[in-house]
């Protein structure tokens, strides 16, 4: 993966959602590939760790008073 800046990882961030639900399942897969580390399937529940720096990104997202820290 080639390095993102903060204001692209932020605007994918925040485009994640409509990029994923309006791509061809090929593209789907590269977008899964970029955002998921070790996904599993454990029944039908998916399992997976999130890519540095997608991590952290929804550390921040759901964190209230992330900047207090």
Known sequence: ?????VSTT????RRAKTLFESSEPAEKRVIL???LQNPTL???KLEFT????WDVVLEF???PNW???
């Open 61 to 63: 997202a759901t964190t």
């Open 10 to 13: 932020i605007s994918l961030a």
């Open 50 to 53: 999130l890519k540095k720096p």
């Open 42 to 44: 454990n029944g039908k």
């Open 67 to 69: 900047l207090r820290r």
């Open 33 to 35: 590939n970029l955002l």
């Open 1 to 5: 993966m080639g390095s993102f800046t």
